[in-house]
């Protein structure tokens, strides 16, 4: 079936640091991407949407300057969190849309800490 | 997400006990999707509904999507330990993006 491998799985930055997190579509294409913070006991929240070749769209409150995405192909988007604090810490995950499934297939997370 | 509320919050059964998930949408919805999650956890697919009245079983959980396509149910029969988690309705309104409900936290008592 269809995988979406997100990485790393774990980072622990020093505040002020950048930290990237990467989503791929391991076995299907996806023109577009989403990405999600989770904060504890909270539901996902959809933070932007990564759309192959163009800008990405982000969701009212969300920095664009401080969450860079990158969707330069069909298989890769990249989150970046540019000068990390402390708040940023959180739980971030991927999902791909898969057009051929009609579905969306979730990345395993990446939790950040920043110290 | 503000369209779609999820209900109860939090929910604690005996193990053996049935119970119910709901999920509302304030708009007419194009998909509606369960998912399980241990927090900091990915997420577990549980089921897809797409076809207003349509209902999905897989072992002991049932999903119905009521005719409107606004509103969904998750059912487990005899719930156990396993089971326990925290559940997710997610809404696709315009085949693109998916907003999820706050959650349902299962804790299923032995």
């Known amino acids: 079936g269809a995988v979406v491998s997100q990485h790393p799985s774990r980072v622990i930055c020093k505040s002020g640091t950048s930290v990237k997190i990467e989503c791929r579509s391991l076995?299907?294409?996806?023109?577009?991407m989403f990405w999600y913070r989770q904060f504890p006991k909270q539901s996902l929240m959809l933070m932007a949407t990564?759309?192959?070749?163009?800008?990405?769209?982000?969701e009212q409150g969300v920095e664009k300057d401080k969450f860079l995405i990158n969707h330069a192909s069909l298989t890769l988007s990249t989150l970046t969190v540019t000068s990390a604090h402390p708040e940023d810490s959180s739980f971030y995950i991927c999902?791909?849309?898969?057009?051929?499934?009609?579905?969306?297939?979730f990345g395993s997370g990446t939790r950040l800490t920043v110290v | 997400s503000q369209e779609l509320e999820q209900s109860p919050q939090s929910l604690i059964v005996q193990e053996g006990k049935n119970l119910t998930i709901n999920c509302t949408s304030s708009?007419?919805?194009?998909?509606l999707y369960w998912y399980k999650q241990k927090y900091g956890e990915g997420l577990i697919f549980l089921m897809m509904?797409?076809?207003?009245?349509e209902e999905k079983s897989h072992e002991k959980i049932t999903a119905k999507l009521d005719e409107k396509k606004q509103q969904s149910s998750l059912h487990i029969t005899a719930s156990q330990p396993s089971h326990a988690g925290i559940y997710l309705c997610?809404?696709?309104?315009?085949?693109?993006?998916?907003?999820f409900g706050a959650g349902t936290r299962l804790t299923v008592k032995p």
């Open positions: 999902s791909a849309r898969n057009e051929a499934a009609s579905g969306y297939t």
């Open positions: 076995d299907f294409q996806a023109t577009t």
């Open positions: 990564s759309n192959e070749g163009s800008k990405a769209t982000y």
């Open positions: 708009k007419t919805l194009y998909g």
């Open positions: 509904l797409q076809k207003g009245g």
């Open positions: 997610g809404a696709a309104y315009n085949n693109n993006d998916m907003r």
